[in-house]
């Protein structure tokens, strides 16, 4: 079954900007893999419950304790772009 | 005479300590080695000539001095460019983190640091570590030292290549769907994925975190074992790393295989594995219960689905551990008018087509209305997987079946079939979703002279039993041939 | 038709004053240069994997035991996904199903009369960078380009939700004041609104009666003191009133509150949810908070703002001095203390919190700063009941106290304030003026009370002020009635 695709919209999620053309490649890619993935409903799993973590663990923290931060100069020695401190970007619109 | 390069870690370590040797003597013996096999494999995508000559100055001197930090001091290793190196580039072989250099060491490289490793450079991977032969570097393709048309496999192509041409000693790569096991098959040397959790991630360039597993390349098993010596334990600086006891990995490699129940997987010996492959594990499975291993078939059925949930798994993890590269605090930027615009073209500037591809796979997997169908019942289907390997489990010390469906393959033969690709993990696939560790030790040579990899696993933690199985395959296997390129430069 | 009824959710989101971040060891500082306080992990590098911090999920289950929660023993982190400059992952580690706490509730009493608002959860959570906008007068939309500031970045962040329970803006604000009080008391946050360590977000729709269906709400962000949450829940309220009313239509939206204008402004229109594709968080461990631990916080919590103030009126003082004084812990511990050397609870709840609070705010100076102590307290209020002291020149001694002059009774003796309350030299000299008098005692006698008046002032001007006019006046009268 092929498995259709908001392509468009999930590049846009991904933040990745395509071409119509790219879109169209990557819509038809996914489609393929998709429905070689979809096996996976195949199985039947009514009662299975997820596995998101091999570990079975709980509760792993660190103690309240401070440890040395980067310099500013560390911080943003990589930075595209930097003034008086900061990380520059251009404008932003809109709020997250 | 042996080329110092060819020398096993174990070996070394003994004629270092007894003063025949010093570590720059195995630095240059690498250094050379690396200059004449470097043109034709591209292994490395940075060698740290001056770093690697003092560690191994400083190894010398802490040798002269009495003080010996372990096995690994003055030994040179390759690190897979996926883990972060203070104040050494580190680029996962993607044109978004081209010339960044981590303000920071990750643990296990800080932990081989301190144990006096020489770090010789850092290796090539498909980008971000998807892929199966890293023609998916940004930074050009490896290639096989068996022969240099093929892949060395992947991701860890590199760090397989350089430890199989001799360029170093041992080598450090990550392991997510197999991309230790098998590169370490095609390019016929040990490779060991660990227990999930018993090396630190911290700072090893995420791919998928429930995933991925730091593991050691070696032209031994014990060398393995020492490498990972090197390396294990617990981090604070990781969550899910394990906080309890382990045992000495190198110790009982002697102890043979008498009595250990061993479980040959029969969905991993079907028709859709190379009958070479197929044959030369079933020859080592009767080996095995020559030398007194009591052999069995086990089942694993949901391992079939294995693959189809591990496409879903991991692609959903990597769509937001790759977010962060996005143009902002560091890496390369696309300019635009705004920080959105910029965000989307340097992401789609930045990152090549299979990543893309994963990080588009895994949003969709996530997004809302097909979460549950995909990515939802992934996790299920992995929780299958876990109980098929508790169940062989009950009856059985350790799994074997052949670690890839095929050895070798030529450049470009599945560049354009990502399901051929992603086929090649059909077998080390299982135990990432497990968490369980599992090896590939190879066994011999197909009838186009391509070393053939075998893959033992266990229950997670049973890493002793898995070195143990591995070090008798290895000496049933008697497999010593190199390829050529490591054995002679007059002949390339 | 029905009258018009608000329904308010409100969303706070509490900055947790840890010493270090949520999942790094970079220290939780306010108003230090930018991007001084990072690391590879709230930067967000490459490889760089969190590590919850305990003090942090401590933090989050005395906060939600304060309200009594159910404290959930499994509870597990997720990523909320969504990009955003400030955000360097660019995706959030939150919680989703399985908050840290669910089923809580809030009791408030808003103009005497009591509410409970109930919680729907309350969630651990990170902060995000700060951007500044530069160029333009800093407006996001005119500016030429961002400042990121990634200090913030990863400080514990906990969320508490309530119910659309809410009813009124008066209601909201008592809400979040005493949401204040309660994590102040707990010494989980300074929780300072101006600062941001503090922030609350208004889901306000309104219908017509109770039981009517819900209106489309909007939500008010930027509110950044108790008052503007007020202004902005009622401006809102009266906008979309004024919407309906007109024939207009609710859009769901977020709204930001214009402090200077007073007014909510249309931020953008959600053009479709969002799909932030949460998952479980593969790097961390699940959280588990057995019944020991949720046990041990529940015996450490302190005495909370609602029971101390209903302690405060079972002493003795009225409903406001309790609310004063439970809503300032050096006034409140100064009391519990004065209360325990013995004095009156009334009257020491009067004073600490009029005159001294008086001294306090004319001096610029904190309770600390001063020389006043229990002891002195205690003393001030023995002798005023003495008749020692009037209650007069008892405020005329404690600022005096305050002030660092010496004790209560050190200082009205050299003031001179003492009061004569000796018994028998008063009746000696109520007789003297009765017999200088004896015109206006026949007045009195007769029964023109106004009298006593004139009696008290001239024993007081007999004794120099010194007499204790209550004293004299009982005098009087029982002389009357002799």
Redesign the interface.
């Known amino acids: 079954m092929p498995v259709d695709?908001d392509?468009a919209k999930?590049?846009?999620?991904?933040?990745?900007?395509?071409s119509a053309e790219e879109l169209a490649q990557?819509g038809a890619?996914?489609s393929?893999?998709?429905e070689?993935?979809?096996?996976?409903?195949?199985?039947p799993?009514e009662g299975?419950?997820?596995?998101?973590?091999?570990?079975p663990?709980?509760?792993?923290?660190?103690?309240?304790?401070?440890?040395?931060?980067?310099?500013?100069e560390?911080?943003?020695?990589?930075?595209?772009?930097a003034?008086?401190?900061?990380?520059?970007?251009?404008?932003?619109?809109?709020?997250? | 005479m042996t080329d110092l390069a060819d020398l096993s870690i174990a070996e070394a370590g003994r004629q270092l300590r007894a003063g025949d040797i010093t570590s720059i003597d195995l630095w240059e013996a690498t250094v050379t080695r690396i200059a004449y096999t470097e043109p034709h494999l591209h292994a490395f995508l940075t060698v740290d000539r001056d770093g690697a000559r003092a560690a191994a100055h400083a190894a010398d001197a802490a040798f002269k001095a009495g003080e010996d930090a372990g096995p690994l001091q003055g030994i040179p290793i390759a690190l897979k460019d996926n883990m972060c190196t203070k104040g050494l580039a580190t680029t996962a072989s993607s044109r978004m983190l081209e010339g960044w250099v981590p303000p920071y060491d990750g643990t296990a490289v800080a932990k081989l640091r301190a144990g006096g490793a020489v770090l010789v450079g850092k290796t090539n991977l498909d980008e971000f570590a998807m892929g199966s032969s890293t023609e998916n570097s940004a930074f050009g393709t490896s290639r096989n030292p068996w022969d240099t048309n093929r892949v060395p496999g992947g991701s860890s192509g590199g760090s397989a290549g350089s430890v199989a041409a001799g360029a170093a000693m041992g080598a450090f790569g990550s392991d997510t769907g197999g991309s230790i096991r098998q590169p370490a098959a095609l390019c016929g040397v040990v490779g060991m994925k660990p227990t999930y959790g018993l090396v630190s991630r911290y700072g090893l360039i995420a791919f998928a975190s429930s995933l991925d597993q730091i593991g050691p390349f070696a032209r031994s098993v014990e060398d393995a074992a020492l490498l990972l010596e090197g390396v294990a334990g617990h981090d604070i600086h990781d969550a899910t790393s394990y906080r309890g006891e382990y045992p000495t990995f190198s110790d009982g490699l002697d102890l043979g295989v008498k009595g250990l129940r061993v479980g040959i997987v029969k969905e991993l010996m079907v028709d859709a594995i190379d009958s070479e492959i197929r044959s030369a594990s079933r020859a080592m499975a009767d080996k095995l219960a020559d030398a007194g291993a009591d052999v069995v078939e086990v089942s694993l059925p949901s391992s079939e689905y294995a693959l189809s949930a591990y496409y879903l798994i991991a692609p959903a993890e990597c769509s937001a551990n790759l977010a962060r590269l996005d143009g902002v605090r560091y890496g390369n930027r696309v300019p635009a008018d705004t920080t959105d615009e910029m965000m989307a073209k340097t992401r789609a500037a930045g990152f090549g087509p299979e990543v893309i591809r994963r990080i588009l796979l895994g949003t969709y997997a996530l997004s809302a209305g097909y979460y549950d169908a995909f990515y939802g019942q992934a996790q299920r289907v992995r929780t299958l997987v876990r109980q098929d390997f508790a169940k062989a489990y009950e009856h059985t010390d350790v799994l074997i079946s052949p670690t890839t469906p095929t050895t070798a393959f030529e450049i470009g033969a599945k560049t354009d079939d990502p399901i051929a690709m992603y086929y090649s993990d059909v077998c080390t696939i299982p135990s990432n979703l497990a968490g369980d560790p599992s090896i590939s030790v190879p066994v011999g040579l197909d009838t186009q002279g391509l070393p053939i990899g075998f893959q033992i696993m266990a229950p997670a933690l049973g890493e002793s039993t898995l070195f143990r199985a591995a070090a008798e395959v290895e000496r049933l296997a008697e497999f010593t041939a190199r390829p050529l390129l490591a054995v002679s430069k007059e002949t390339v | 038709m029905a009258e018009w009824e608000a329904v308010i959710g409100i969303e706070t989101h509490v900055e947790l004053q840890t010493k270090s971040k949520m999942f790094c060891g970079c220290a939780v500082a306010f108003g230090e240069a930018p991007n001084t306080n990072t690391c590879p992990v709230c930067l967000a590098l490459p490889g760089a994997i969190p590590v919850p911090n305990e003090e942090a999920i401590e933090g989050i289950v005395k906060i939600g035991t304060a309200l009594d929660s159910t404290i959930n023993k499994d509870s597990l982190f997720y990523r909320k996904n969504y990009f955003y400059p400030d955000l360097p992952k660019n995706y959030q580690i939150s919680q989703y199903t399985f908050p840290v706490c669910e089923f809580g509730k809030l009791d408030i009493m808003v103009d005497g009369e009591p509410f409970t608002v109930g919680i729907t959860r309350v969630h651990m959570e990170e902060d995000t960078g700060k951007s500044r906008h530069v160029g333009e007068g800093g407006r996001i939309h005119d500016a030429s380009h961002s400042l990121l500031d990634f200090n913030r970045s990863g400080v514990p962040l906990v969320e508490v939700v309530t119910e659309p329970d809410i009813r009124t803006a008066e209601q909201a604000r008592a809400y979040g004041a005493e949401l204040q009080r309660i994590v102040r008391t707990l010494g989980v946050s300074d929780a300072r609104l101006e600062e941001g360590s503090m922030r609350f977000d208004a889901n306000v729709s309104v219908r017509r009666g109770p039981d009517a269906e819900f209106g489309t709400r909007t939500e008010t962000k930027n509110v950044n003191s108790l008052r503007s949450l007020q202004r902005a829940i009622t401006f809102e309220i009266d906008r979309q009133i004024r919407v309906l009313e007109e024939g207009g239509e609710i859009i769901q939206e977020t709204r930001h509150w214009n402090e200077g204008k007073g007014v909510t402004i249309s931020m953008r229109i959600k053009e479709e949810s969002e799909d932030y594709r949460y998952f479980q968080e593969p790097d961390m461990l699940p959280l588990e908070i057995d019944e020991e631990w949720q046990q041990r916080v529940k015996a450490n919590q302190p005495e909370l703002p609602a029971q101390k103030r209903a302690r405060y009126v079972g002493l003795g003082t009225d409903t406001h001095t309790a609310e004063l004084l439970a809503d300032d812990p050096a006034l409140g511990g100064l009391f519990d203390e004065a209360v325990g050397a013995g004095a009156d609870a009334k009257q020491a709840g009067i004073w600490l919190t009029q005159e001294v609070v008086a001294y306090l705010r004319r001096e610029e100076k904190t309770l600390s700063a001063t020389a006043l102590s229990a002891e002195h307290v205690a003393e001030l209020a023995t002798m005023v009941a003495a008749g020692d002291l009037s209650s007069t020149a008892s405020k005329d001694v404690l600022n005096g106290v305050l002030a660092g002059e010496g004790t209560p009774r050190e200082i009205a003796e050299s003031r001179d304030l003492i009061q004569i309350s000796d018994s028998g030299f008063l009746d000696t000299e109520v007789d003297a003026v009765i017999a200088d008098n004896a015109g206006a005692f026949e007045k009195l006698v007769a029964g023109d009370m106004k009298m006593i008046g004139f009696f008290v002032g001239q024993v007081m001007k007999r004794t120099g002020g010194k007499a204790d006019p209550r004293l004299v006046s009982e005098m009087v009268r029982t002389k009357v009635q002799g």
């Open positions: 695709i392509i999930v590049a846009h999620l991904a933040r990745i900007d395509l990557y890619q996914l393929v893999i998709l070689y993935a979809e096996r996976v409903s195949s199985l799993t299975v419950e997820p596995t998101s973590h091999p570990l663990a709980t509760n792993a923290f660190r103690p309240d304790v401070v440890t040395p931060s980067l310099t500013n560390e911080a943003l020695a990589m930075a595209p772009e003034e008086d401190g900061y990380f520059r970007v251009p404008r932003i619109l809109g709020e997250p």
